[in-house]
């Protein structure tokens, strides 16, 4: 993997790029023709080398450059960060995945040693090196859940399991697709997924509920989830919408492939040891149009997957303002030809 | 599934009818972390057949370097209890699933009320370890048939100090349910893990006195209960098998080589459900997770606990 850090922006200028490689590694999320939502939940236990599977927690080139826009918005904003008070435990087990993921994952980058609950914390892509005490609130900057989230890639909501039920009580969301952690705080499963148009009718969380009161330490899990937006911004949150919504109608047959950016969701949730929560990530992906068709067989795919994509999930992902001209930019590139099924590249 | 290979460290006799184990496990790394009320299923092999019993977690959930579980010797035990009392000694190895909680400790309680009959003492152990840990305002009860069988009295009055009230029926000591249901404030949780008719009275009196459902919370194991022989399709890949008396459906199915999923293996956390095709006969629910309404229906069965009095039961697997 390209480990060259980038300095890029997410905002004003939009700097940010992918390189050959990222684009390769992209977790593209369409096997097939065509889109309907499914549970499409597997192990989350490694993945091809290189990939972004391959660890539990990905890091890649846009590492630095992410944690600064996420420091960014916390400046503006302090409540992108909230964290209930019954959460406590769940913040140091939220310290130790990613402490422990990360340096056991990428150990030139990230160390960890420990001496009993004496831990000494050293991030180099950051500049970061923290002695403290595990469990001792007060030895750390902050709140232990902000410390380590602020040095992480994606959202992260930890999720206190009760009542045979999942409440969205600790998170740390800025680079999130138009929803609001201060507004699905404390929030249940099923309330926070009521906006979801087509997937309660299939029964779907009600089955994807129950696997997750069921989820086990140790047997972390993923799915993909995906949307559009218009430049590569990864705060599109509501409270910004004045900043970003505009950009919507931006979109020009001469702009497409540049604005219009494929964002996927790596979604992975890990059962918490001592809080008994459950931690689940949203690691964005951006890839524009014109990074896609870089292969064809991904522009082709992308050309079918839209033209077939059900009217309520175009409306529910906000893609109604630019969809047709994102087809009608695919369409010289897709000669029918039959694809299997799968989402390589080539 | 994630698997864990222990040994036993020691066995130590509690009172005349309980041991208790201290697994390491055989790595020499500490074990994963857990929370108070978690259990793990113990894998045995029994003359050449698995069986796998869930056991909870005691002692402090701070301190992993091992685990602790004790078993209480069933007189009409299916062997597990019986192997684990007679045959494992200290360096016998062992297998054991990664710890699970289906009886985790509500963090917005305001008080918590633990209720354990005999060997149900034993998930409140790591429980009462994790509320002294976090402060919360608790009582422990504990009932138990006379004094020779008060399993860990002396660590629990250190551990609880003032909390914890000790009932011993062969001197005439009750527990008075309603009672204590009735003298608690608003946001109290009571839990409550021990003999049947135990958890049954204490759910029926905390509906009776208004309780919300939700602060009323139980664990139960039970062992698959021996039943006669029948015999199980599987609907998706054709194979038949045929369950004996002494044997669970779910034991039955792995033995011959299918991967049904499973979780506590005592017909508590439902995770074993499968879809009933078929039956030309009755299923025998003994399961905690379905309602009645459920049983009654007959479209779901449990198999680590449930079995049918039948000559065919189809299920979707």
Known sequence: ?346 | MSILDVKVADVEQVTEVVKHFTLVQENGEPLPHFSGGSHVVVSMNINGRIHRNPYSLMGSTANTDSYHISVRKQENSRGGSKFMHEQVKPGTRLQITYPVNLFAISKLGHRHILIAGGIGITPFMSQIADLNRLGYDYELHYAYRSPEHGAFREQLEEMCGKRVHFYIDSKGERLDIPALLKQQPLGTHVYTCGPEPMVKALHLHAENLGWPENHVHSEEFTAPPVGDEFTVELAQSGIEVTVPGDMSMLEAMEEAGAEPPFLCRGGACGRCELEVVSCDGLIMHNDHYLSDHEKAEGRSIMPCVSRAKCSKLVVNL
Request: proline residues 6%.
């Open chain 1, 1 to 346: 993997m390209n480990m060259a850090f980038k300095q890029e922006t997410f905002r004003d200028d939009y700097t940010y790029h992918n390189s050959a490689e990222a684009i390769r590694r992209f977790p593209f999320p369409f096997a097939e023709d065509e889109y309907m939502y499914s549970v499409n939940i597997e192990q989350h236990n490694g993945g091809e080398p290189g990939s972004v599977f391959e660890h539990a927690i990905d890091v890649d080139e846009h590492y630095v450059a992410e944690c600064e826009d996420r420091r960014i918005v916390l400046e503006d904003d302090p409540n992108r960060y909230i964290a209930l008070p019954h959460m406590m435990d769940a913040q140091w087990d939220m310290v130790e995945l990613v402490m422990e993921s990360l340096s056991r994952d990428y150990p030139d980058l990230f160390q960890l040693t420990r001496d009993g609950d004496n831990w000494h914390w050293i991030n180099q892509p950051l500049g970061i090196d923290q002695k403290f005490v595990f469990g001792d609130e007060a030895t750390l900057p902050m709140q232990p859940c902000e410390y380590i989230t602020r040095q992480v890639q994606g959202d992260w909501i930890i999720l206190d399991q009760r009542d045979d039920d999942l409440f969205a009580d600790l998170g740390m969301v800025t680079s999130q697709a138009d929803w609001s952690m201060a507004f699905d705080a404390g929030m249940s499963f099923k309330e926070w997924h009521g906006p979801v148009p087509q997937a309660n009718e299939l029964g779907i969380f009600d089955r994807a509920l129950k696997y997750l009161l069921h989820l086990q330490y140790g047997s972390p899990v993923r799915r993909l989830n995906w949307t559009m937006t218009i430049n590569p911004r990864l705060d599109t949150s509501p409270e910004n919408y004045p900043f970003w919504g505009p950009d919507n109608v931006s979109v020009t047959p001469d702009n497409v492939g540049d604005k219009v950016h494929l964002r996927v969701e790596l979604q992975a949730l890990f059962r918490l040891p001592r809080s008994n929560a459950i931690a689940f990530s949203v690691r964005g992906y951006l890839a524009s149009i014109n990074d896609l068709t870089t292969y064809p067989r991904w522009a082709k795919r992308l050309h079918r997957v839209l033209t077939n994509l059900h009217p309520d999930l175009s409306e529910y992902k906000g893609l109604d303002n630019y969809r047709q001209m994102v087809i009608d930019h695919l369409a010289p590139m897709d000669d029918g030809e039959e694809l299997a099924l799968g989402t390589q590249p080539e």
